[in-house]
């Protein structure tokens, strides 16, 4: 027993490392350590371990992973904690951010980020995103596939017309030109998210404007629902309950739901 104390005593003592990794999470049995939440099956999750060892040596776990939320990452640590522990760019302090699928990285990268006090959180990315139960590398390999064989699914404007393809090109090239200041106060004045990188906030615009703003979720009537350009689908981002301090998902619309699903004209600038 007394041997057991000392070793536990001794790597108490060592100074701590800490991992950062990032996972489409495998089941939806893992609580989110911040907001105690489940987590969904599918959905990007991060994971924070710690080790201590002196360097050369094998490190020796402290304590378990612990599974967080995209939006409760931030919330983990504070920004200090985050620039003291690990290097400045995602690709390089997170574990596993190079089997992300692609259009995944920018917005983890954002999100690291964010954490580091240097940016605002971004919205997650939509659960489901591996909803085939595919490893993230073997999703990569048969969308590759696909794209060779010409299918239908890697053609990400196939659900759009020419003419509303044409009109959110239009649209892009109109909100370019526009300070951040300028797309946020339009996206507000929308009743749409305004965090997030500059380009993410011209695609955010064009859609609005040249399809019209995204309806409300009716399944949980706290935020606007999301629109895919692959599928043509509207899915719920989930939103952060404020009295509850924790984040939640929604479902989204059922079929009966979408089929009733009308957007709003855009209101541009007052």
Not at 131 to 145: L, M, N
Request: proline share 6%; charged share 30%.
């Amino acid at each position: 027993l007394s041997l057991l104390f000392f070793s536990g005593a001794l790597l108490q003592a060592m100074p701590a490392s800490f991992t950062l990794e990032v996972e489409y999470s495998k089941s939806a049995r893992a609580a989110c350590k911040q907001c105690k939440a489940k987590i969904d099956k599918d959905e990007v999750r991060f994971g924070l371990k710690a080790s201590a060892g002196e360097e050369g040596e094998r490190n020796h776990v402290l304590e378990a992973v612990k599974w967080h939320h995209f939006a409760c990452l931030p919330r983990a640590k504070g920004a200090a904690w985050f620039k003291k522990n690990f290097c400045d760019e995602a690709p390089d302090a997170i574990q596993g951010f190079g089997a992300l699928k692609e259009e995944h990285r920018p917005v983890v990268a954002a999100l690291f980020k964010a954490c580091r006090g240097e940016g605002t959180i971004p919205d997650a990315p939509a659960v489901g995103a591996s909803a085939d139960g595919e490893t993230p590398a073997k999703s990569s390999k048969r969308k590759k596939a696909s794209e060779a064989e010409g299918s239908p699914a890697a053609k990400k404007v196939a659900v759009l017309s020419p003419q509303q393809t044409a009109a959110i090109a239009a649209a892009k090239a109109e909100f370019s030109s526009k300070s951040i200041a300028a797309l946020g106060a339009l996206l507000q004045a929308n009743g749409l998210p305004k965090a997030g990188r500059k380009d993410e906030l011209v695609e955010r615009c064009a859609e609005g404007k040249a399809l019209g703003v995204p309806p409300m979720c009716p399944r949980c009537e706290k935020v606007k629902l999301k629109f895919s350009m692959a599928s043509g689908k509207f899915s719920c981002p989930g939103h952060f309950d404020s009295e509850e301090k924790v984040f939640k998902r929604c479902k989204g619309p059922d079929e009966a739901q979408a089929a009733d699903l009308k957007r709003t004209p855009w209101e541009g600038p007052k």
